[in-house]
């Protein structure tokens, strides 16, 4: 594999880890849902702390998913790109694809 194609699979590795997190896709799915949050109301819904949140929020931040805006005190996050969206969708298929063939293996 040449450089080139081996950095493009690293770029979509370090995606696929970002979101590889039951706390990082809740909040993925959320900023989805109502456009943006602000730190605070991530914080309270995922019911870590702070620092964790804030650490769960720089990394899909780093990955490029989403982006902050800071308004005085505050902090909001946004989903950078919609197109997540699509890929969640796929996960869902693929649960329901192996839940049926589980429920055929136990019938």
Do not use: W
Request: proline share 1%.
């Amino acid at each position: 594999m040449n450089a080139k194609t081996m950095a493009k699979y690293d770029a979509r590795a370090r995606i696929l880890k970002a979101l590889a997190h039951p706390a990082r896709l809740l909040i993925v799915d959320e900023l989805s849902k109502h456009g943006e949050r602000c730190v605070c109301e991530l914080t309270e819904m995922i019911g870590s702390d702070m620092s964790t949140v804030s650490r769960h929020l720089a990394l899909l931040k780093g990955a490029g998913l989403i982006e902050d805006e800071k308004r005085g005190q505050m902090v909001f996050y946004r989903l950078r790109v919609q197109c997540i969206l699509g890929f969640f969708d796929c996960i869902e298929s693929v649960m329901t694809c192996n839940a049926k063939r589980h429920q055929e293996l136990i019938a």
